[in-house]
């Protein structure tokens, strides 16, 4: 394997909807978490964890968590 390679090992997205109750940290973590639990690894298994967000703040009270994620280890 070169070191260049990339490799999608899971997945996971939110649930659409308000989550008056949950700021972006938390959703970005339940997304995180959810996703290495699919790929059936750990934090310390990964390189790197990149993160999306399917509107990119196109719509109302949308934004971008990827910052957010930038500090998690």
Known sequence: MAAD???????HMT?????PDKD??????EAAMGALADGG????DMGIL???N???GGAAGQQ???????GAQ
């Open 50 to 52: 990149a993160a999306g």
């Open 64 to 70: 971008q968590g990827g910052a957010a994620l930038g």
């Open 15 to 19: 649930k659409f909807g308000k989550h």
């Open 24 to 29: 972006t940290i938390d959703l970005a973590s």
């Open 5 to 11: 390679d990339i490799w999608i090992l899971g997945i």
């Open 54 to 56: 399917l509107m990119g």
């Open 41 to 44: 690894v750990t934090m310390r």
